[in-house]
């Protein structure tokens, strides 16, 4: 992979539990940032990563459903989101969330999918830690906001507030949208855009009622 390929999902400053990855259609590519690179054990360019190479880091419990997940990709394109395991070069088992959408072309052509990966394994750096903990007071201001869609990533995802707020960051990066800002845009997005299913609406209702009892 080339630095300038990669550009577009490049995680230059991001936390290195988030990285990009893109995948063309044409010649059946995948390309790797840094970051997800190291996820697996490899140095970056050390690898030119496949659909083989991919399956073969996939946690033998997972990989059926990964090879599905990965098929529909190749042929389909449209957003996706995964949940699964990988095992690294040394045998480290890192749980991850894989996130993409379909590139298309002016003609509306799908041509492949770009997205990130999160690593959610139990373990944080303390040099990431302390960097996530600097910026949050920085941003001290703007928490309201930010907590928010950190909430709504949790939920969608099932993920940590840590990693909810890696994405943020990551994505703040890519888009070269400040944080805040970037918080409202999703959360104004979500209200706008989002629809619950009535079932699921439901369901929730049944939850939130039964944490507290009823009065007459």
Not at 64 to 72: G, K, M, N, P, R
Request: glycine share 8%; charged share 25%; net charge negative.
């Amino acid at each position: 992979m080339t630095n300038e390929r990669m550009r577009g999902v490049s995680e230059s400053g991001a936390p290195h539990r988030v990285g990009g990855f893109r995948y063309s259609r044409a010649g059946d590519e995948w390309e790797w940032s840094d970051n997800v690179a190291a996820m697996h054990g490899y140095r970056p360019g050390e690898v030119v990563p496949t659909t083989e190479l991919l399956l073969s880091h996939k946690h033998p419990d997972d990989r059926q459903y990964v090879s599905q997940t990965l098929d529909a990709i190749r042929t389909s394109g449209g957003p996706f989101s995964s949940r699964h395991r990988i095992v690294d070069t040394a045998g480290v088992t890192r749980s991850v969330v894989v996130v993409g959408q379909s590139d298309r072309d002016d003609n509306g052509e799908v041509t492949g999918s770009t997205g990130f990966y999160i690593d959610v394994t139990d373990s944080l750096d303390r040099t990431v830690q302390e960097s996530v903990d600097e910026m949050v007071d920085e941003i001290s201001s703007s928490r309201a906001a930010i907590e928010q869609a950190k909430g709504m990533l949790m939920i969608v995802y099932g993920i940590s507030p840590d990693r909810a707020f890696d994405i943020l960051i990551w994505c703040s990066q890519q888009r070269n949208v400040k944080l805040r800002r970037l918080s409202e845009q999703l959360i104004e997005r979500a209200r706008t855009d989002f629809r619950l299913p009535n079932g699921l609406r439901s369901h929730f209702d049944h939850l939130l009622l039964g944490s507290r009892p009823l009065t007459s």
